[in-house]
């Protein structure tokens, strides 16, 4: 008895311990969406990794939407539920999870959040004339020849070739280290483009490593490698976790790196914990700025904190673009609960063609055929732990 | 040379973190006979504590780094209890797999509490290095650190399990558990202890590991768990030496192979030397081979 009574005790201790710190952060989990869905709804299906390394992107896309879906619906008129499954980032999973919310009656898919996932995911939409709209899947391999695949983030190849263009046109370094994950289409394919780029515009590239995975990689290697060079700037086209990890081995080792990051690099100033004077001076190139004082963004950003207890990153706006992107279709073309996925999959291909949106993420937004968006990824320096236009 | 210096005394750092989180996995195989692979997992519990301490309730670093032994010691008698100790009769494979369900359950669990986003760890050291050979090499304060406690940690544990009653029930246990029972050890208790003691580690560890490499998520402990789990086979699973030398030398081969032959294959050399340990000696570099009595 007196065991049992022990246990129990230990057991209340540690759960009133965890409760105690959680209050805060408690908030920042993903809350099932779907629990009050209006009748005659249309079904929007979300895919990406909810749980595991890639949680925070996956999240981020779910939440994005939710709160785009809870603002359309307060207004009255079209319905929408947001369906949303969890992948953790991986194509077999995501296809499952595909699978799942065809079978729920899923009508369109916003999403999936990453590029390897999404791939599989466009195959088989492609296949069965789902309309496909990611708000993060930035690789070319999720379009390539799927005429029913777009995107709401700027493509990686163009992302690469315009932060080399940054680069030299602002004469931000002379020579210059690139630090990627190979283990990632997203960020092999920035590099890529970045490399011939470089090659092309006379842009000397001294060290060229990289690491394999998200989680809390050693750089040392790496950045002695670019210290070695004589760098001045390190180009990073990766996400913004071990960006954290980089900026603080960094500067422990009081190497001085300049930094330049790409999309993956936004959220970094919200990392809590993170001290930002690490990235005092570095750049960047993003479609979203949080801290942007018109309505839409602060209206968005305030939204978002009340309800998730974060600031939101470029792949919750991206996603909050793509919700209204949809939203608007709808309107145009009359879509209900009862229209079937593929009428909505032939009406949407002409009308992306000559739609034109004004969103979070860019103003005046087009799409060609192939589903690639244009829209202007703008340079951005981290000045007092925000950032700053460039110049 | 100071490259090589350099690089040397990353892999000194990083090999003492591997060191300290393989003592861990090495007590309670050696005790328990069993791998617990939520081992990985406790580590980033003991850092989102010491985190929560730090960032969030503003303690100073040595009430985190209290807090966080504390909680993660509860934690492990805790998990013994609920998870292990049911299944002390069963086959080593369900308990293995009780081991990998007890892991997922951590990740999920901190995702719950703390959110998928990652956090910044504060670090506990003083950030800064010692330049030695003018301003050619520099050592940072966490290295020194790291090494220095993993020296400590190791030290401590020889003694406590060479030279104190509880060490001696531990040997017994761990050499034939009916017959250390029969002569009146108690088994169960002394379990419990190994895993207190192991999940102490695995905090101290959290807290080190994050200072020096500062990105903290729910799945922060699952790669160099399993990379500590290398490093304890490869110095011979069941030895504590043999786990402080293996974690080491793993660090060392880890950044070396990063740094002159590529940076891409980090993670395949590591797993590489498993395969290379298993082959060659497949009880360790210090493990001893037990020969069955018939």
């Given at each position: ?7 129990v ?7 009133g ?28 299906g ?5 749980t595991g ?39 077999t ?8 919310e065809?079978e ?10 990453t590029s ?11 296949k069965e ?9 930035s ?13 709401v983030?700027?493509?990686?190849p163009?992302q ?7 680069i ?8 210059i ?6 283990a ?9 483009s ?7 515009i ?14 809390n990689?050693d750089?040392?290697a790496q ?29 422990a ?7 330049f ?5 936004d959220?970094?100033l919200?990392?809590?914990g ?13 479609p ?8 839409l963004?602060?209206?968005?950003v305030?939204?978002?904190e009340?309800k ?5 990153n470029?792949?919750a706006?991206d996603?909050y ?12 073309l ?39 968006v ?10 007092d732990?925000?950032?700053a236009?460039?110049? | ?11 000194l ?6 060191a300290i989180?393989?003592l861990g ?18 580590i ?28 993660c ?26 081991a ?17 986003n ?8 003083p ?23 993993s ?12 030279r ?14 009916g ?31 994050c200072s020096a490499?500062p ?15 290398t490093?304890?086979v ?5 030895s ?6 293996g ?7 880890e950044?070396l192979g ?18 290379l ?10 493990g ?7």
């Amino acid at each position: 008895m007196k065991k049992v009574f022990a246990l129990v005790m230990a057991l209340v201790m540690v759960l009133g311990m965890f409760a105690g710190c959680s209050a805060k952060d408690a908030a920042t989990a993903t809350e099932a969406p779907n629990a009050a869905a209006p009748a005659g709804a249309i079904k929007v299906g979300a895919i990406g990794p909810l749980t595991g390394d890639y949680a925070i992107y996956g999240s981020a896309v779910a939440n994005g939407i939710q709160i785009a879906i809870d603002e359309i619906n307060a207004k009255g008129g079209l319905q929408f539920e947001l369906l949303s499954e969890d992948d953790q980032g991986d194509p077999t999973m995501a296809v499952n999870a595909y699978n799942v919310e065809m079978e729920k009656g899923v009508q369109v898919l916003l999403g999936t959040t990453t590029s390897g996932a999404c791939a599989a995911v466009a195959a088989e939409a492609n296949k069965e004339r789902v309309f496909l709209l990611t708000p993060s899947a930035s690789n070319p391999v999720v379009n390539e020849g799927k005429d029913n695949v777009y995107q709401v983030c700027f493509t990686d190849p163009n992302q690469g070739a315009s932060s080399a263009q940054t680069i030299k046109s602002l004469g931000l370094g002379t020579k210059i280290a690139v630090i990627w994950n190979n283990a990632q289409d997203y960020s092999s394919s920035i590099y890529q483009s970045f490399m011939a780029k470089a090659k092309e515009i006379g842009l000397e590239v001294v060290s060229d490593t990289t690491f394999s995975d998200d989680g809390n990689a050693d750089f040392s290697a790496q950045l002695l490698d670019a210290s070695e060079a004589g760098a001045d700037l390190v180009f990073l086209p990766i996400y913004y976790t071990p960006v954290v990890a980089i900026m603080q081995q960094s500067d422990a080792a009081g190497y001085g790196f300049k930094f330049f990051g790409v999309d993956g690099m936004d959220g970094l100033l919200a990392v809590e914990g993170f001290n930002t004077a690490l990235a005092e001076g570095s750049y960047m190139l993003t479609p979203f700025d949080a801290n942007k004082s018109d309505d839409l963004t602060s209206g968005f950003v305030s939204t978002y904190e009340a309800k998730y207890g974060v600031t939101p990153n470029q792949f919750a706006a991206d996603a909050y673009d793509a919700m209204y992107i949809f939203y608007a279709a709808c309107q145009d073309l009359g879509f209900t609960s009862e229209t079937s996925p593929q009428d909505i999959c032939e009406a949407m291909i002409p009308w992306m063609q000559s739609y034109t949106y004004t969103g979070l993420t860019g103003e005046g937004m087009v799409w060609t055929a192939d589903g690639c968006v244009s829209k202007i990824a703008t340079a951005y320096v981290i000045k007092d732990g925000a950032y700053a236009s460039v110049g | 040379m100071t490259m090589f210096l350099s690089n040397l005394i990353s892999g000194l750092s990083l090999g003492s973190v591997y060191a300290i989180i393989a003592l861990g996995y090495t007590m309670v195989y050696g005790i328990a006979k069993m791998l617990n692979f939520a081992h990985g997992d406790i580590i980033m519990v003991g850092a989102y504590i010491c985190f929560t301490c730090l960032y969030s309730l503003g303690l100073p670093p040595a009430a985190g780094i209290l807090a966080s032994v504390v909680v993660c010691t509860l934690l492990g008698i805790l998990i013994e209890r609920l998870a292990y100790k049911p299944l002390r009769q069963a086959t080593s494979l369900a308990v293995l797999i009780t081991a990998i369900g007890v892991s997922y359950f951590l990740q999920n669990l901190a995702q719950m509490i703390w959110g998928a986003n990652p956090k910044s760890f504060q670090t506990v050291i003083p950030a800064g290095n010692l330049s030695l050979l003018g301003g050619e090499l520099k050592i940072s304060y966490v290295s020194m650190v790291t090494i220095a406690a993993s020296v400590v940690v190791m030290v401590a544990l020889s003694l406590f399990v060479g030279r104190t009653k509880m060490g001696r029930a531990m040997r017994c246990v761990s050499e034939d558990k009916g017959a250390a029972q029969l002569m009146g050890v108690n088994v169960n208790l002394t379990i419990s202890v190994t895993f207190a003691i192991g999940s102490a580690l695995a905090a101290i560890a959290g807290v080190l590991m994050c200072s020096a490499y500062p990105t903290l998520k729910p799945t922060t402990g699952a790669m160099p768990g399993i990379k500590a789990f290398t490093a304890a086979v490869f110095g011979g699973i069941g030895s504590i030496p043999g786990a402080m030398l293996g974690g080491i030398l793993l660090g060392v081969i880890e950044i070396l192979g990063r740094a002159y032959v590529s940076t891409e294959l980090g993670d395949a050399f590591v797993f590489a030397v498993l395969i290379l340990v298993l082959l060659i000696k497949p009880t360790g570099l210090l493990g001893k081979k037990i020969h069955e009595k018939v």
